[in-house]
């Protein structure tokens, strides 16, 4: 399995709402109201994309993923590294899953 290693962040002075805005379109948002009578799961783009979120801002994804992923990021004026990297047996489990059914965000 191929995978790239993506390293990002928005451009520093970047305002808390739209850091907020970010987050929530890239890995999505649980949501609920009436003081959680109705809970819900509002998509992102990373519900779609097999995955793992090693630290803030570093992901792993497979390669064939990785460009719609940049796209995103850099739609959003993301700073933004990539490098190939070898997956670990633990990276390679949680790659294969199936991302859900959704395709949050497309």
Do not use: C
């Not at 399995?1 to 993506?6: A, D, G, H």
């Not at 520093?12 to 959680?36: A, C, D």
């Not at 990373?46 to 993923?65: P, T």
């Amino acid at each position: 399995m191929r995978t790239s290693l993506l390293v990002f962040r928005l451009p520093p002075g970047t305002p808390n709402r739209e850091l907020g805005k970010f987050v929530k379109k890239l890995y999505g948002q649980e949501t609920s109201s009436w003081s959680g009578k109705y809970s819900y799961r509002r998509p992102g783009l990373l519900d779609g994309v097999a995955h793992r979120k090693l630290l803030r801002g570093v992901l792993i994804v497979q390669e064939r993923d990785a460009e719609r992923v940049l796209k995103f990021l850099r739609d959003w004026k993301a700073q933004v590294e990539v490098r190939s990297v070898r997956p670990n047996e633990e990276d390679v489990r949680i790659l294969e899953r199936i991302p859900s059914a959704q395709g949050g965000g497309r």
